[in-house]
């Protein structure tokens, strides 16, 4: 017995002891998605078939038996790719997560966030109550010093003053849960011409030396192409930011110097252009596939920008990306969502843009979001499709492996094997909406 159901550019069939079908016994609620395109996080397959059974990819291949009581997903003109992971967001609540979700980002890497929310949602992950929003991998809190970048964010911040402090201020981010180390070094101001204060080089080299002696990855906040070769020279693991500030040509040793070191770079030109100036939120709020699906609370960030650039070409970090991938450089995808001219979830679409601009291959970008980020980042569950890995998921239709922006056409999203209820996130937005509405019709604001 087979009924059939239309689900856009995908057929939803729920199979029930199929007659004349040989199965494979499985028990729980397993899926099997067949007839599809698979990227696996490096590479691309067509006509494929992945089954996923008690929320883990249970097998792949060409020509999978339907299981008895399988849920089947006809894949025929879409592509199956990994939950997308966003490398660098900011989480601000259980809603950032939620957001992130609904457009496809399964995993959001948080760079500086309070500890409590952190704690909170992790504990949800780890009783299996975050199957409605991404899973959180953060740093806590980040290394700053008094008055430096972060602490104008509103959070009470345990700053560092000098090198000495470095081994201690690791060890209570440790004891706090941090999963990885960020460090803010902007060494001669965010512009490069003085700012807010900063730890110096001396700081830094202690707080990488003290993250890698607790087995922690060191990520350093820059904005500078100066700041970054000090980062790099440190001992960093990562960079989060390419530069807006310093020379208009691009140091033709710094991809090199990158690679020798083995650090992975995490570009964010999303909130580069903002910071430029730009409206990198309009690419995807103004996209049909992406607005609809984006809260009330993040529309008029998304319409906003930093603004903090510098006059001649602020924009240098997208002459970097290429050379960087030539030298077999990681490229992660991030956002840092939650600045103005961002969003969770919809501006990695936009990043995903942004890197194939730049001169990544449509593929390059989508390990960059994918397989790329889980290997940086040590999380060996995700980030690909392959069996006895977690079973985020994400359909789409078309093949984004050709057309970048063809991640934004989403069919499907499973987290954990569970599939998200999208129409039930659409009810909720126009609820939210016109709460939105009535609120700005009541305080005179429309």
Same mark, same amino acid.
């Given at each position: 017995?087979?009924?059939?159901?239309?689900?856009?550019?995908?057929?939803?069939?729920?199979?029930?002891?199929?007659?004349?079908?040989?199965?494979?016994?499985?028990?729980?609620?397993?899926?099997?998605?067949?007839?599809?395109?698979?990227?696996?996080?490096?590479?691309?397959?067509?006509?494929?078939?992945?089954?996923?059974?008690?929320?883990?990819?249970?097998?792949?291949?060409?020509?999978?038996?339907?299981?008895?009581?399988?849920?089947?997903?006809?894949?025929?003109?879409?592509?199956?790719?990994?939950?997308?992971?966003?490398?660098?967001?900011?989480?601000?609540?259980?809603?950032?997560?939620?957001?992130?979700?609904?457009?496809?980002?399964?995993?959001?890497?948080?760079?500086?966030?309070?500890?409590?929310?952190?704690?909170?949602?992790?504990?949800?992950?780890?009783?299996?109550? !975050? @199957?409605?929003? #991404?899973? =959180? $991998? /953060?740093? %806590?809190?980040?290394?700053?010093?008094? &008055?430096?970048?972060? *602490?104008?964010?509103?959070?009470?911040?345990?700053?560092?003053?000098?090198?000495?402090?470095?081994?201690?201020?690791?060890?209570?981010?440790?004891?706090?849960?941090?999963?990885?180390?960020?460090?803010?070094?902007?060494?001669?101001?965010?512009?490069?011409?003085?700012?807010?204060?900063?730890?110096?080089?001396?700081?830094?080299?202690?707080?990488?030396?003290?993250?890698?002696?607790?087995?922690?990855?060191?990520?350093?906040?820059?904005?500078?192409?100066?700041?970054?070769?000090?980062?790099?020279?440190?001992? !960093? @693991?990562?960079? #989060?930011? =390419? $530069? /807006?500030? %310093?020379?208009?040509?691009?140091?033709? &040793?710094?991809?090199? *110097?990158?690679?020798?070191?083995?650090?992975?770079?995490?570009?964010?030109?999303?909130?580069?252009?903002?910071?430029?100036?730009?409206?990198?939120?309009?690419?995807?709020?103004?996209?049909?596939?992406?607005?609809?699906?984006?809260?009330?609370?993040?529309?008029?960030?998304?319409?906003?920008?930093?603004?903090?650039?510098?006059?001649?070409?602020?924009?240098?970090?997208?002459?970097?990306?290429?050379?960087?991938?030539?030298?077999?450089?990681?490229?992660?995808?991030?956002?840092?969502?939650?600045?103005?001219?961002?969003?969770?979830? #919809?501006? =990695?679409?936009?990043?995903?843009?942004?890197?194939?601009?730049? &001169?990544?291959?449509?593929?390059?970008?989508?390990?960059?979001?994918?397989?790329?980020?889980?290997?940086?980042?040590?999380?060996?569950?995700?980030?690909?499709?392959?069996?006895?890995?977690?079973?985020?998921?994400?359909?789409?239709?078309?093949?984004?492996?050709?057309?970048?922006?063809?991640?934004?056409?989403?069919?499907?999203?499973?987290?954990?094997?569970?599939?998200?209820?999208?129409?039930?996130?659409?009810?909720?937005?126009?609820?939210?909406?016109?709460?939105?509405?009535?609120?700005?019709?009541?305080?005179?604001?429309?």
């Amino acid at each position: 017995m087979k009924t059939t159901f239309s689900s856009g550019a995908c057929a939803l069939a729920f199979v029930f002891a199929a007659l004349g079908v040989p199965a494979q016994e499985h028990t729980g609620n397993d899926i099997l998605i067949r007839h599809v395109r698979m990227f696996d996080g490096e590479s691309v397959a067509d006509n494929m078939s992945v089954l996923i059974s008690h929320g883990k990819v249970a097998a792949i291949g060409a020509n999978l038996k339907i299981p008895t009581h399988a849920t089947v997903v006809e894949g025929k003109g879409c592509t199956l790719l990994p939950g997308l992971i966003d490398a660098h967001t900011h989480i601000r609540s259980r809603q950032d997560l939620e957001q992130s979700l609904a457009l496809g980002v399964t995993t959001d890497v948080s760079m500086l966030m309070d500890v409590n929310l952190f704690r909170a949602m992790k504990q949800e992950q780890q009783v299996n109550r !975050a @199957d409605d929003r #991404a899973d =959180l $991998f /953060s740093s %806590g809190y980040a290394a700053t010093a008094p &008055g430096g970048h972060g *602490t104008e964010k509103g959070l009470s911040l345990p700053t560092i003053s000098g090198p000495k402090e470095a081994q201690s201020w690791v060890d209570q981010r440790v004891a706090e849960g941090s999963e990885f180390i960020k460090i803010m070094y902007e060494n001669g101001g965010d512009t490069g011409a003085g700012g807010r204060p900063s730890i110096d080089r001396a700081t830094l080299q202690a707080l990488v030396v003290a993250a890698h002696a607790r087995g922690k990855l060191a990520v350093v906040h820059i904005h500078s192409e100066r700041q970054a070769f000090d980062a790099i020279e440190a001992g !960093a @693991d990562g960079l #989060a930011h =390419l $530069f /807006s500030h %310093g020379s208009d040509i691009l140091d033709t &040793g710094f991809a090199s *110097t990158v690679a020798m070191h083995h650090a992975f770079v995490i570009p964010t030109l999303s909130v580069l252009e903002s910071v430029c100036n730009q409206n990198p939120g309009r690419r995807v709020l103004d996209d049909d596939k992406l607005g609809p699906y984006i809260l009330a609370a993040y529309i008029r960030q998304l319409q906003g920008n930093i603004n903090h650039g510098r006059e001649g070409k602020c924009m240098i970090a997208m002459d970097a990306i290429l050379p960087l991938a030539e030298a077999h450089v990681p490229i992660l995808a991030g956002t840092d969502a939650g600045n103005p001219g961002t969003a969770p979830g #919809a501006s =990695l679409h936009g990043e995903l843009e942004y890197l194939v601009e730049a &001169g990544l291959s449509p593929l390059q970008a989508l390990t960059s979001a994918t397989s790329a980020n889980a290997t940086a980042f040590h999380l060996a569950d995700r980030g690909r499709i392959a069996p006895g890995l977690r079973a985020d998921l994400l359909l789409v239709n078309g093949d984004p492996t050709e057309d970048i922006r063809a991640t934004r056409d989403i069919q499907k999203i499973w987290k954990s094997g569970v599939l998200l209820d999208r129409k039930q996130w659409l009810n909720r937005i126009q609820q939210d909406r016109a709460t939105a509405s009535a609120a700005r019709k009541y305080d005179g604001t429309r």
